[in-house]
Structures are given as C-alpha cells and as structure tokens.
Nanobody, 119 residues
Framework: QVQLVESGGGLVQPGGSLRLSCAAS????????MAWYRQIPGKERELVAV?????NYADSVKGRFTISRDNAKNMVYLQMNSLKPEDTAVYYC???????????????WGQGTQVTVSS
C-alpha cells in the first residue's frame, strides 16, 4: 500500500503565491523521483516540475515555481509565486517509488488539489 496526498490548493489572486505539499506513505523502500503535474479540463495532463537528483521545470513556470524535496519525510513541495490565471488547474503529485520487497520502480499518483488564480 502506497498513498500520495496533496494539500495546499485554493483560490489566489494573480501575482499571489501558494505552496503545495505532497506526502507519500506506505510500504516504501525508496523514491527515485517526485514531480508535480497539472491538468486543465479538456487538455492533457502536463508536467510542471520534477525532482530526481536535481530540479527541472516546464518553460511556462521557470523562474516562478520552485520544487523541493524532503527525502527523509518522503515529501515534495511546490512553491508557486507570481501566479497567473493560466496556472489555474488541478495539480497532481507523482512519485516513482520502489516498494519494500519489490525490485522495480513504478509511478504513483495523488488525488489532485485545485488551484484557482482569479481576481
């Protein structure tokens, strides 16, 4: 059993900030990478930021968003600054996890948290 739970979504004005958190729990041996995706209704889910051994970002959020990890706590965060209306989406946490007693990694997903940027 592995679970990912996101928190921190909500309504914010353009130019504002929001911090998302994701906690992974369960029979985890190691986490190879953690990431944030987002999805707008009618569009495909897109990668926002990923942290394996280093952080990488989609061009649309570079300079505004920061992904960070706390490996000891199996958590990942997304600090979102200078938010724009086009950032409005459901944000999903993703983790590539090796479970205890397994020899391979697979992807797990959180349930998503709504972020709305509007005045």
């Amino acid at each position: 059993q592995v679970q990912l739970v996101e928190s921190g979504g909500g309504l914010v004005q353009p130019g504002g900030s929001l911090r998302l958190s994701c906690a992974a729990s369960g029979s985890i041996y190691s986490i190879n990478a953690m990431a944030w995706y987002r999805q707008i209704p009618g569009k495909e889910r897109e990668l926002v930021a990923v942290f394996g051994t280093s952080a990488n970002y989609a061009d649309s959020v570079k300079g505004r968003f920061t992904i960070s990890r706390d490996n000891a706590k199996n958590m990942v965060y997304l600090q979102m600054n200078s938010l724009k209306p086009e950032d409005t989406a459901v944000y999903y946490c993703n983790a590539r996890i090796q479970r205890r007693s397994f020899s391979y990694y697979r992807d797990y997903w959180g349930q998503g948290t709504q972020v709305t940027v509007s005045s």
